[in-house]
């Protein structure tokens, strides 16, 4: 049984570093062609894709995020780990972690992770 | 960046009734395109992948089609746990991008 679970801060303050951990079970990070994605959703807004790594360390990001974003992986732990600089209001949002399935497909989705952004 | 244009944005519709939801790519995506239903509140889940192939355990009403540009969601004999708002998404090339997505309520 696949699952997902993100974890992390419910609130952060303007400027500060945003770090989110996917712990999943019921596949393995190190089995090639394995990858494990971050999207998020401002309140009442469409999803956004922010990241993903490959089960060979490989990382791709967002085009217009990718100077704020690190993904990493701890595959002994299976974990996921997402760092976002630069924490802004707009930043306000679910924070889900997914893996991709067949032909890219988000198959499966962490509960999500509210996260929002305020002094 | 591949843009998806969904259409309608919103859309009203009965238990029963059939309905059809459009995505439109900026570019030729191939069949790398995806479905998925979102409840308030809750995690997106996926419908249908690669253009029309049913996702394990997705009741067979839900139907994709298309290729190219241009791709359909289709919803046979609406049950009352289908509104909900569904989203499009290409995997053809990164970054992965998704449509604004279709809300679709009960008449």
């Keep these: 049984q696949v699952t997902l679970k993100e974890s992390g801060p419910a609130l952060v303050k303007p400027t500060q570093t945003l770090t989110l951990t996917c712990t999943f079970s019921g596949f393995s990070l190190s089995t090639s062609g394995v990858r494990v994605s971050w999207i998020r959703q401002p309140p009442g807004r469409a999803l956004e894709w922010l990241a993903h790594i490959d089960w060979d360390g490989d ?11 690190n993904i990493s992986k701890d595959t002994s732990k299976n974990h996921v780990v997402l760092s976002m600089t630069n ?6 949002g679910t924070y889900y972690c997914a893996r991709i399935g067949y032909s890219g497909s988000f198959d499966f989705w962490g509960q999500g992770t509210l996260v929002t952004v305020s002094s | 960046d591949i843009q998806l244009t969904q259409s309608p944005s919103s859309l009203s519709a009965s238990v029963g009734d ?16 995806n479905w998925y239903q979102q409840r308030p ?5 996926l419908l249908i ?3 029309s192939d049913l996702h394990s355990g997705v009741p067979s009403r839900f139907s994709g089609s298309g290729s190219g540009t241009d791709f359909t969601l289709t919803i046979d004999t609406l049950q009352p746990e289908d509104f909900a708002t569904y989203y499009c998404q290409q995997s053809y ?5 998704f449509g604004q997505g279709t809300k679709l309520e009960m008449k």
């Design chain 2, 49 to 51: 992948y690669g253009a």
């Design chain 2, 93 to 97: 090339i990164i970054p992965r991008t």
């Design chain 1, 59 to 69: 990382k791709f990001y967002s085009t217009s995020l990718k100077t704020r974003l």
């Design chain 1, 87 to 92: 924490m802004d209001p707009e930043d306000t």
């Design chain 2, 41 to 45: 509140g809750k995690a997106p889940k």
């Design chain 2, 18 to 33: 059939r309905v059809t939801i459009t995505c439109r790519a900026s570019q030729s995506i191939s069949n790398y395109l």
